[in-house]
């Protein structure tokens, strides 16, 4: 039996993995600081173990790495407009917070998965034909994507110089159950549950490479089983020609509502994100579940419009407070 400690576990992708991660037969540790975007209601009914707590804290870091024989890490300041307002909690947890896990898995010789974006990257144009391999050179635009480059590079050099027994994957966009209000999907679709306009920033040209989250998760799981130590792999499903503009609309369809509005546009704002994972497809033999463009968006997002229309009570408490903040900024 394999002990795991998920850090950020009580997140959208980490709560989502761990479930993924007991069904299959680990046993699972979470370490998280229940920031704004971690919710305990998230692991209910799960046999995990939580600990309430920072990754930047090496004492309790050192106590939980040791117990365990991987380390999976998701922790992390997440919502790039957030960076965008205050970038201090980004450098602390995404760049301090990864380097007390690295030294803590270094001391114990612990295997440690690092789970990070395609956002290092940069972004394409939009008529680019290129998608992002593992060789891609780093980008990043934003508070949020540097700091995850960063902690990205700080898991190479641990490869390198002392032998950590590590993998990074970079995966797209992810939609699903459990994704906080403040992100594209969850606040269209709980804006129509709620009465409010949908809204879409600038024109809605941009390009996000969406996936499902149980095929991240997959993924990341098939790596922890057969990847190679000390590589890299992209996560991707392919879904990289898909607008903010067609997904808005797509929203909108599935739950007969007709109209949305452009609001601000994020400075900066990133055209273009398109992975390509055929490293991890050829290697190590993953496949999306939720595939093809069209239906394979559509399908999720009817399975993920269902769950936010199920689960009010998880999302409700939230709402008000993010919608005022993006009031606030003209968004
Ligand atoms: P999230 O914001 O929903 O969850 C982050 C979790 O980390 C929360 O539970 C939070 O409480 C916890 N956390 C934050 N700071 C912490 C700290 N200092 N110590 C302990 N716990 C802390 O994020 P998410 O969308 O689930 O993303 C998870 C990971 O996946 C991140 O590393 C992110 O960069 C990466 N990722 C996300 C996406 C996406 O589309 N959401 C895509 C690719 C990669
Ligand atoms: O209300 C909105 N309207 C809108 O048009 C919001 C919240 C977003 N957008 C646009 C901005 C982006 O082009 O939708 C796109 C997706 O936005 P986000 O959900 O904020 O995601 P993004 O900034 O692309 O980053 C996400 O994917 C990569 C995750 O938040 C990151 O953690 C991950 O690394």
């Known amino acids: 039996m394999t002990r795991l400690l998920v850090t950020g576990g009580a997140g959208f992708i980490g709560a989502n993995f761990v479930r993924s991660a007991l069904e299959r037969g680990y046993d699972v540790d979470v370490l998280d600081a229940l920031t704004y975007a971690g919710n305990t209601a998230n692991l209910e009914g799960l046999d ?32 790039n407009d957030n960076s965008l307002t205050d970038p201090s909690p980004f450098v602390r947890t995404n760049v301090n917070g990864t380097f007390t896990l690295l030294e803590a898995s270094r001391r114990h010789d612990t295997r440690f998965h690092h789970v990070s974006t395609d956002e290092v990257f940069g972004d394409l144009a939009l008529d680019d034909p290129n998608r992002f391999t593992e060789d891609t050179p780093y980008n990043p635009s934003s508070p949020y994507s540097a700091t995850k480059a960063a902690s990205d590079h700080l898991v190479r050099a641990w490869v390198r110089s002392f032998g950590l027994r590590a993998t990074i994957s970079n995966c797209s966009n992810n939609y699903g159950p459990f ?44 790596i922890l089983e057969r990847g190679r130590i000390g590589e890299t792999y992209n996560i991707g499903a392919d879904n990289d020609h898909v607008s903010n503009k067609q997904v ?13 509005e452009h609001v601000a546009d994020r400075p900066g704002h990133d055209l273009r994100y398109a992975m390509d994972s ?25 399975q993920t419009i269902r769950w936010y229309r199920d689960n009010e009570s998880w999302w409700r408490p939230q709402k008000d407070a993010v919608e005022q903040a993006y009031a606030e900024r003209g968004q």
């Open 48 to 79: 995990a173990e939580l600990h309430i707590g920072d990754i930047g804290d090496e004492a309790l870091v050192d106590t939980l790495t040791r117990r365990v024989d991987t380390v999976v890490h998701f922790a992390a300041e997440s919502h």
């Open 248 to 260: 808005i609309e797509l929203i909108c369809e599935l739950m007969g509502a007709d109209g949305y």
């Open 179 to 222: 994704q906080h209000v403040e992100k594209f999907i969850p606040r269209q679709i709980t804006n129509l549950l709620d009465g409010r306009v949908p809204k879409l920033y600038g024109t809605g040209e941009q390009v996000r490479d969406w996936i499902h989250v149980d095929d991240h998760n997959a993924a990341v799981l098939t």
């Open 278 to 302: 055929s490293k991890l497809r050829r290697e190590l033999g993953w496949e999306p579940q939720f595939t093809d463009t069209d239906s394979g968006m559509r399908e999720g997002l009817e």
